[in-house]
């Protein structure tokens, strides 16, 4: 690890202190990251609903127009004969 100084710093993980929480705020801190990863996962799956859904109405909409033009060269073909 380096400093902006340019000096070297060592760094021992060893020597890091963890503050240990009472169980009481862990599990606290656990239901909220719990909570959050729900909330997440709820939008991952609002959103891929959202994109089924528009594709679904791009191929309804790409069909009906079809189905338009399929009756649009029916009637002509008709009219011609």
């Known amino acids: 690890m380096a400093s902006t100084l340019g000096d070297r ?3 021992d993980p060893r020597r890091v202190r963890v503050p240990l929480l009472p169980i009481v705020d862990q599990r606290a801190h656990g239901e909220s990251f719990r ?3 729900d909330f997440a996962r709820t939008l991952r799956a609002a ?4 994109n089924d859904l528009v594709r679904d109405l791009i191929d309804a909409t790409v069909a ?4 338009v033009q399929d009756a649009v060269v029916a009637r002509e073909a008709a009219r011609s004969s």
């Open 9 to 11: 710093i060592r760094f």
């Open 35 to 37: 909570r959050l990863w």
């Open 47 to 50: 959103y891929d609903e959202g």
């Open 64 to 67: 009906s127009f079809l189905d």
